[in-house]
């Protein structure tokens, strides 16, 4: 068996290694002439932790990005609200790591490079079409530097290319283009010293306003007491049509300027952390609109399916692209290799892996839209604009529970349903 997988970001990557570890075959295309640790922070959930250390690749993340410590709300004024444990400090077997999204990236490169050969991957290959027939999946593919097309051959297509999915456009001709939520958000890299516990995800403001994230990525830095710290600056800003500003066209790699994000949090100066200096002291800013899409009645049909992104793109404010993508590549793996198992067609497991996939990521594409904490957070900023004192002076009992029963829904799996459940690497007999 032969799996193509149109994609070499994390969910692709993370496929690959999954489908090798399975004893399945993948080759992965991609159609960036090579492919660099570009990108900011992201947060690895442990869920997805535990199916990357189960593909062997525990050393590298620990050696890459930092456990982290805690999540903590606070206002805009720098104000404690609310927090929870993460990882191992909230009792999960597996960590919680912040980490550059591009180091990543490479991470899994080198491994599906080192455990599939160097071929297995191939750059400035860009995905053009598909057609299926009962005894495989023919891909066309354009040569990105001769511009000339190609057939690649086999017998399941993967559809791990982003947003703006070429897989997904031609599975669901017509649909519209990503759903703009109204916010800009600005990234940067910024060193600096360390805040708080040296491990804490800070998110200070509201969705509904201004809303600032900062939190450590780098074991290095941290080696030499300093902090890599991955900066997140969101804005509000007034109804554009999306056709009508480019700056809608969403691309993780868009570079931005630090004078258009500054004005909005300009006097954003905690005890703890100096956003305007986080803000001018990175090398780079990247602009970036907050952007998903409407969940979809079905990802793939026969032997074609979505995986990632490309199947589910989700408002970054629950730490869950990255980490739901790793898991789809192995959930995806384990019933392929079921299928194969039982003698039975790929198409059925590719259908297994959409069932046991599909609802549950939708779920989380809506709730990121419509979170109860962010909610409750701009409840905080109307009762107590200038500040607090004691968040029990600000908001109930009740509604400090609920911060809880939000974060639940969309961020933090149950701990001992994780820490319990069986392992998704198939074994000889894929059961």
């Not at 600005?186 to 600032?212: D, S």
């Not at 049509?241 to 100066?269: E, H, I, T």
């Amino acid at each position: 068996m032969r799996v193509i997988v149109a994609g070499a970001g994390i969910g692709g990557l993370s496929a690959a290694l999954s489908l090798h570890a399975a004893g399945i075959g993948a080759v992965v295309i991609d159609p960036a002439a090579s492919l660099r640790p570009l990108g900011a922070g992201i947060n690895l959930m442990p869920h997805a932790v535990r199916e990357l250390t189960e593909l062997g690749l525990g050393g590298e993340l620990a050696a890459a990005g930092l456990p982290t410590a805690e999540m903590v709300h606070f206002d805009r004024h720098g104000n404690r609200i609310w927090g929870f444990a993460s990882g191992r400090d909230a009792g999960y077997r597996w960590p919680q790591y912040s980490i550059h999204r591009g180091e990543l990236q490479m991470i899994l490169l080198a491994a599906v490079r080192a455990r599939l050969g160097p071929d297995a991957v191939r750059t400035g290959t860009a995905f053009a079409s598909f057609a299926e027939s009962p005894s495989g999946v023919r891909v066309r593919v354009r040569d990105q530097a001769s511009g000339t097309f190609s057939v690649l051959r086999g017998d399941v297509l993967v559809g791990a290319d982003g947003l703006y999915s070429g897989v997904r456009a031609q599975l669901h001709p017509g649909e519209p283009p990503p759903r703009w939520g109204g916010i800009m958000m600005w990234r940067g890299m910024t060193e600096a010293v360390p805040f708080l516990t040296g491990r804490t995800v800070a998110i200070a403001g509201t969705n509904a306003a201004l809303k600032f994230v900062a939190y450590p990525v780098s074991r290095r830095a941290g080696r030499r007491g300093r902090a890599l710290i991955n900066w997140v600056a969101e804005a509000a800003l007034p109804a554009v049509a999306p056709d009508r500003d480019a700056r809608l066209r969403a691309d993780w790699n868009r570079a931005g300027r630090a004078r258009d994000v500054l004005p909005w949090f300009a006097d954003w100066r905690f005890g703890w952390l100096d956003v305007p200096a986080l803000i001018t002291g990175a090398p780079r800013v990247l602009e970036y609109p907050m952007v998903d899409r409407d969940p979809l009645p079905s990802w793939g049909a026969g032997r074609v399916t979505l995986l990632g992104d490309a199947a589910h793109p989700m408002y970054p404010v629950g730490a869950n692209g990255g980490s739901q993508a790793v898991l789809d590549a192995r959930v995806l793996a384990w019933w392929l290799a079921r299928a194969r198992a039982a003698g039975g067609a790929l198409a059925d497991g590719l259908a297994a892996y959409e069932a046991a996939r599909r609802e549950t990521v939708n779920a989380i594409v809506l709730a990121c839209r419509d979170m109860p904490a962010d909610r409750l957070l701009e409840t905080v900023s109307r009762r107590a604009p200038d500040g607090f004192g004691r968040i029990e002076e600000v908001l109930s009992a009740a509604e400090l529970a609920a911060f809880d029963g939000a974060y639940r829904a969309t961020t933090l799996p149950d701990v001992a349903a994780l820490n319990s459940r069986p392992s998704l690497t198939p074994t000889s007999g894929a059961s």
